[in-house]
């Protein structure tokens, strides 16, 4: 019978621990984005051209932060995918342990 198992359980523990840390970070950021946070300006792709081109600056900067945010959520997604093969790669080296060879 062919494995899935790829990785050891040291190393799916800390893919389990970067996913959790991943998830909770981005989904933050994405919630930060989403509401339009100030502090985040810098990381909002706006340049010059979309200040001048639109008649309401702040709906083109908003459409921005809207995409950023939403970024945001799709990578959060990736990590729990991530975690969730982490987690299936502990059950398996478990399993493996209780195997007789």
Not at 32 to 42: P, Q, R, Y
Not at 45 to 54: H, I, L, Q, S
Not at 91 to 101: F, T
């Amino acid at each position: 019978m062919a494995s899935c198992l790829f990785c050891g359980p040291k190393l799916a523990a800390c893919g389990i621990v970067i996913s959790i840390w991943g998830v909770i970070m981005l989904a933050m950021l994405g919630i930060f984005f989403t509401t339009h946070s100030a502090v985040l300006i810098e990381d909002v792709p706006v340049t010059e051209e979309d200040m001048r081109e639109d008649k309401t600056p702040p709906n083109n900067v908003y459409s921005l932060y809207n995409q950023v945010g939403f970024n945001c959520f799709i990578a959060a997604g990736i990590y729990v995918a991530v975690g969730l093969l982490s987690f299936c790669q502990i059950k398996l080296n478990k399993r493996n342990e209780y195997l007789v060879h």
